[in-house]
């Protein structure tokens, strides 16, 4: 779908800048949205075959989700910040991220999800 949350990455599996994760942990990193604080980082991979965060959501959407790297804006390593290009709504509706590792059907329920979001 031609407008969707991946269109102007060639990976929505990497980060934006690679020197954001270079030697950081990125675990309890507040994420923040244009609507507001929506979680804190519980787990963060910086895999070159798929980097992504698994947030645990703020009261209101509960349980963890995953945000692939893509839909990370901007990182603020002396404020322990991250920012995401998804509201609290796409969040919550976002799939529930239940599993210890992303194989290929958690991939592609995510991609299927975030493919299909207006990034506005």
Known sequence: MSGGLWDYRD???DYRESTW???RD???YEVEA???RLGVVVRASSSSAAAYLVVDAAPGIAGLR????????SMNHD???VRIALTGVQLADAPAYEVDSLDDSVRAEHDHFFGN???R
Do not use: E, F, K, Y
Request: cysteine-free; aromatic content about 4%.
């Open 11 to 13: 990976s929505v599996w």
């Open 21 to 23: 994760t270079l030697d």
């Open 26 to 28: 990125l675990v309890g």
């Open 34 to 36: 244009p609507d507001g």
């Open 66 to 73: 995953l945000v692939p790297a893509g839909a990370v804006t």
């Open 79 to 81: 404020g322990r910040t």
């Open 117 to 119: 979001l207006d990034p």
